[in-house]
């Protein structure tokens, strides 16, 4: 089923357009985070209220979705401000998953959009990986679209962590490896999803779509080595 619908949203793609510059404004960050929305609810990577959005604006503030709207019926009132250590400039309540956001903008002074997304995919494959070892991306055409690749021989390792309500223990397990390797373009909480980010929404948009489509390759080849000789 996730290859038909990730097959559908290929489809769509031509017609996701989205803000280019740098450092929006408020306003337009709120728009940006809205089609996000719409096209990752068509992707069938929003479903039910999960996952959450967030853009840094011009003044070095962040929008990000509140917390329970549906990402895919997301209007303005859905979206708010917040400062960049998680403290709400206005009288919502944020994304569970705040600290995150915060977290990466802190590391990654060039990016400027955070999208998480919940996935089949994510959700079944970080199941069957052992704990401390990566999910292990090599020889995909797709990996190109991550922003340091240029090559399908590349081999990327996305980290894993295991899941957590308490996100401050969680910012503390991700810190240190990004850290280490501020080229990981993404990473994978257990059974729960995806987090990636880029200089602006499109691009964010664009690691978020390829890591959920190789992850869907890796799910399936899972799926046809446990069944061979069956
Ligand atoms: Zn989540």
């Known amino acids: 089923m996730f290859i038909l619908l990730f097959t559908k949203g ?42 959450n959005y967030s853009i840094r604006t011009d003044d070095n503030k962040m929008a990000i979705t509140v917390s329970g709207a549906h ?63 990566p999910v292990i991306l090599q020889g995909y055409e797709m990996l190109k679209a991550y922003p340091s690749v240029n090559t399908h021989e590349a081999c990327v390792k996305l980290p894993v962590f295991d899941n957590t309500q308490d996100m401050e223990i969680l910012s503390s397990l991700v810190e240190p490896v990004l850290q280490q390797s501020p080229d990981i373009p993404a990473f994978l909480i257990r059974c729960h999803g995806i987090y990636g980010w880029g200089e602006d929404m499109a691009e964010a948009m664009r690691v978020i779509e390829a890591t959920e489509m190789l992850l869907s390759c890796e799910m399936n080849i899972k799926l046809m080595n446990s069944t061979k000789g069956q």
């Open 10 to 51: 290929l489809i769509k793609a031509q017609a996701f357009t989205i803000t280019l510059s740098m450092g929006i404004s408020y306003d337009q960050a709120v728009i940006d985070i809205i089609k996000a929305g719409n096209r990752l609810d068509d992707l069938g990577l929003a479903p039910a209220t999960s996952g």
């Open 71 to 133: 990402k895919g019926m997301l209007c303005a009132e859905d979206v708010m401000r917040a400062d960049l250590s998680g403290n709400v400039l206005e009288d919502k309540k944020p994304s569970a998953e705040t600290l995150l956001h915060c977290l990466i903008y802190k590391l990654f002074p060039k990016v400027n959009a955070v999208l998480h997304t919940h996935s089949v995919a994510c959700s079944v494959l970080t199941r069957v990986i052992k704990s401390g070892e």
